[in-house]
């Protein structure tokens, strides 16, 4: 799981911060993503397919969504405004879990 650090988010780089944690994390859950970025500490994991790893996906990811939520933008830059507003970021996406059932549904 992503190493959390708490930054104040009372200014833009509150953004870059709560960006950058995004990212570690979408790097966790797509480990052979990871690997095939070149991003070290990946190599030996490989993604959670269990019907319990979907279901924690599907939790943090609206976690992600509520952090990002609660940017105030009059904080943010036009530029992170857009990116605060993009579909991948609004969605917090985790294509496992937006795109295909749980295997505990199916």
Do not use: K, N
């Not at 030996?44 to 952090?67: C, I, K, M, T, Y």
Request: hydrophobic residues 40%.
């Amino acid at each position: 799981m992503a190493r959390c650090v708490v930054v104040p988010m009372t200014s833009s780089s509150a953004f870059d911060a709560l960006a950058a944690r995004f990212i570690e994390a979408q790097l966790s859950w797509h480990p052979v993503e990871a690997t095939y970025l070149g991003v070290a500490g990946h190599d030996r994991d490989l993604p959670d397919l269990s019907a319990a790893g979907f279901e924690r996906r599907v939790a943090e990811r609206r976690d992600w969504q509520a952090r990002i939520a609660a940017l105030s933008t009059e904080v943010l830059s036009p530029d992170e405004q857009i990116e605060r507003s993009s579909p991948s970021v609004r969605g917090a996406g985790d294509r496992q879990t937006s795109r295909r059932a749980s295997p505990a549904t199916q």
